[in-house]
């Protein structure tokens, strides 16, 4: 993917606003300094993990929504870790591929979690008229990666910034992704929620992911 000059850089779209914290260059594996894992995901959960909670991960493509290999590359970056299956339809899911339209947001996803860290529904809807066109390129694997968990953006160049930088999946969010799976849902990885005052969030279990984000 190339980066595109004409787009500029923009703070997450999300029913529950995201403050994203400092991360730390070590990923760990669940300990309680792991401020990656911490800042991507489970700030949103009081300092616990939110995962789905039984793999194979199930999704709908949606028809010719999106391709198998495009979610299947978690699966590789993971090294294993997060693996899906993929069914025939949207009501035997739990990741959902629709078409939208009259948009010029290339992508959105709408992600619902259980106060147990339980990740319960992940809807993406992908804008049918341009969403293979050079400005959307990978929009299927960007949006992927919000519906399994990667709960927020990058600034590191890579396919999880705002815009999508250059395309590649960077070892940030490829071990924040390993990590979240190496470890079950509502584990408390993160010190910081003392330090930070965070509370429960109150049941404000919904997020929604603009792709790109743009001002």
């Not at 403050?19 to 991507?40: I, V």
């Not at 739990?94 to 990740?119: H, K, L, P, R, W």
Request: net charge neutral.
């Amino acid at each position: 993917m190339t980066r595109r000059q004409n787009w500029r850089v923009a703070g997450l779209a999300a029913l529950s606003v995201l403050t994203l914290l400092g991360c730390d260059k070590d990923h760990g594996t669940g300990s309680t300094s792991n401020a990656p894992l911490f800042t991507y995901n489970a700030q949103q959960n009081n300092g616990r993990t939110i995962r789905w909670p039984d793999l194979p991960v199930r999704v709908f493509l949606g028809g010719n929504v999106a391709r198998a290999d495009e979610v299947n590359v978690w699966t590789q970056a993971t090294n294993g870790a997060v693996t899906f299956a993929f069914v025939g339809s949207a009501g035997a899911a739990n990741i959902t591929f629709s078409f939208q339209s009259a948009t010029d947001v290339c992508g959105v996803t709408f992600v619902e979690y259980d106060d147990n860290g339980n990740m319960t529904s992940a809807d993406t809807r992908i804008s049918q008229s341009i969403y293979r066109g050079p400005q959307c390129e990978r929009t299927v694997t960007h949006e992927s990666a919000h519906a399994i968990g990667f709960l927020g953006h990058t600034s590191d160049g890579g396919l999880m910034d705002p815009d999508g930088g250059n395309g590649d999946i960077t070892p940030l969010v490829a071990g924040v992704l390993s990590d979240l799976y190496h470890l079950a849902p509502g584990t408390n990885v993160s010190s910081e929620v003392k330090a930070f005052g965070l509370s429960k969030p109150g049941g404000r279990n919904h997020m929604t992911f603009v792709y790109p984000v743009r001002r």
